[in-house]
């Protein structure tokens, strides 16, 4: 899926986890693009995903807000999610916001995948 500076991207690395690729911009304008992606493997019955946001070049509070919306529906799910490979800048507003209290963060993807 794309649109205006989103990309998102999903592949099935295990028999339970998948990892979605988010490159680009996390805002207002592209944050369903990330919803829609994760609605859509948890109606396949993917309940455990690995964002592997390496690309991400930008993430308002919107951005945020849908990844702590998303781990709740992951729960709900009986479920997880977790962020990998948060660019510094991204990485620092996380912990300044303390979301590294409600949310598994990972340096890297292989380290989310362990």
């Not at 609605?39 to 308002?60: E, I, K, N, P």
């Not at 951005?63 to 998303?70: E, S, V, Y």
């Amino acid at each position: 899926m794309n649109r205006s500076g989103l990309t998102v991207t999903s592949a099935d690395v295990t028999a339970d986890v998948t990892v979605i690729n988010i490159v680009g911009e996390l805002d207002i304008r592209t944050e369903e693009l990330v919803r829609a992606q994760a609605s859509a493997l948890w109606d396949r019955g993917r309940a455990h995903l690995v964002f592997d946001m390496a690309g991400l070049t930008f993430c308002d509070s919107t951005g945020m807000g849908t990844f702590i919306d998303l781990a709740q529906g992951a729960r709900e799910q009986h479920g997880w999610i977790r962020l990998a490979a948060l660019k510094p800048f991204v990485l620092q507003s996380f912990h300044l916001l303390h979301l590294d209290q409600v949310l598994d963060l990972y340096d890297t993807t292989d380290n989310a995948l362990t």
